[in-house]
């Protein structure tokens, strides 16, 4: 049973305790004024104060009921509302058969002077049979009905944890067709870059070429070692130990600003004991950044600086506006800050990008300082 269920069962079950109570207060005063007999009134209260064991043991207060029934008396309600309990809290069996009697004889009361003698003895009859059945019929409702809720619940959470199943399973199969994907055609084209590359550096005799050839493999062969990585995590699968023997993050930083083919300058005064997830989002902010530079301002100057301030990490790039615009301008998806700004705000940080007035650029980010 759900928390709602359990505390609306609770407020149910205590009203009816209320309930319950007042009508036999009320009974008790009725006997004796009805029958001007203290005896009755007092076989009554006495019977009244078992009812206080009617969760417990409801076959103590119908059996002791059943004796003040006994007495000259009005028949005890408590004897019902004791049947009532024990018909609820279970299904019908063999152990009902008991206090089923008992209640039947209570109502028809066959000890009672010249019973037989007229028709009083069809009407007990008759009133025996009714309050016994209607008694059995509501409880029996009352347990139907709460197995019925607790099935209910049941099947909910069943069908709930199902739904999840098989979200978790779409977002896996997914995640494998995704990196199925990448490693056929962004692997594959990558692969050839650095093949190709290799070719051109040992096939040429022009120290230049050379150089640049090895930078586009070295780049390339980088390139598929985060590739590695990446599709691992997509995946699911233990990480590749061949090739880096980790994710980028700040003792990378000056490699890749000196690889970038970017006149940066980079300050760094931070120390390398910053949590992983804000090493690498700093390092793909720089990395993205440099890339723009690139891209879309070839021969300006950057300026990159990262330093710690109070209890912020602050990343600073800012690029000098370029001598000249782009001969050929490379494609973009335009989504590259935009998927940085998305990690800093994972990491609780913010990122800010945009021109400046003399017609650089600048990319500020900050980020919570988290330490290993």
């Known amino acids: ?29 009725f006997a004796a004024v009805e029958t001007s007999s203290w005896l009755i009134a007092s076989a009554m209260s006495l019977g009244l104060v078992t009812m206080l064991f009617i969760w417990r043991a409801p076959m103590i207060p119908l059996l002791a009921n059943f004796v003040v029934a006994l007495f000259d008396g009005p028949i005890p309600l ?21 206090p089923t009697a008992v209640v039947f004889v209570a109502h028809l009361r066959p000890w009672e002077p ?36 607790t099935a209910l619940d049941s099947l909910e959470v069943a069908h709930r944890q199902a739904r999840i199943a098989e979200a978790r399973e779409a977002v896996a ?11 056929d055609v ?9 093949v190709q590359a290799g070719a051109l550096q040992t096939g040429s005799s022009d120290p230049s070429v ?59 005064a931070v120390g390398s004991d910053l949590q992983l997830p804000v090493q690498r989002a700093m390092y793909r902010v720089i990395q993205e950044g ?6 879309h301002a070839p021969g300006a100057k950057a300026h990159v600086l990262l330093v710690a301030e109070g209890e912020y990490f602050k990343l600073i790039l800012e690029n000098e506006r370029p001598p000249s615009a782009p001969a050929n301008s490379l494609p ?37 300082i988290t330490r290993l």
């Not at 408590?78 to 008991?98: E, H, M, N, T």
């Not at 962004?186 to 650095?194: D, E, M, P, W, Y």
């Open 78 to 98: 408590s004897i019902l509302v004791a049947y009532y309990v024990i018909i609820r809290s279970g299904p019908l069996s063999r152990k009902i058969l008991l």
């Open 210 to 268: 050379i150089e640049v050839a090895k930078g586009i493999r070295g780049l390339s062969v980088e390139t598929l070692a985060e590739l590695r990585y990446l599709l691992s995590a997509l995946s699911a699968d233990p990480p590749p130990t061949n090739g880096a023997s980790q994710y980028p993050g700040l003792n990378q930083i000056p490699d890749l600003v000196e690889k970038s083919g970017v006149d940066a300058t980079l300050r760094l």
């Open 173 to 183: 199969a997914e995640r494998a067709r995704i990196s199925r994907e990448m490693h």
């Open 186 to 194: 962004v692997s594959h084209q990558v692969s050839l870059i650095a």
């Open 290 to 295: 440099l890339t723009n530079v690139q891209k």
């Open 332 to 368: 973009g998806s335009g989504k590259g800050l935009i998927g940085a700004r998305e990690r800093f705000e994972l990491l609780g940080g913010e990122l800010h990008y945009g021109p400046t007035v003399d017609g650089g650029y600048m990319v500020t980010a900050t980020v919570p």
């Open 114 to 149: 010249n019973y037989f003698n007229d028709a009083y003895w069809v009407l007990s009859l008759i009133v025996a049979l009714a309050a016994t059945g209607l008694t059995m019929t509501v409880g029996n409702l009352v347990y139907t009905r709460r197995n019925l809720a």
């Open 1 to 29: 049973m759900t928390q709602k269920g359990t505390r609306q069962f609770a407020v149910g079950k205590n009203l009816f305790r209320g309930c319950v109570v007042a009508v036999l207060l009320l009974e008790v005063a």
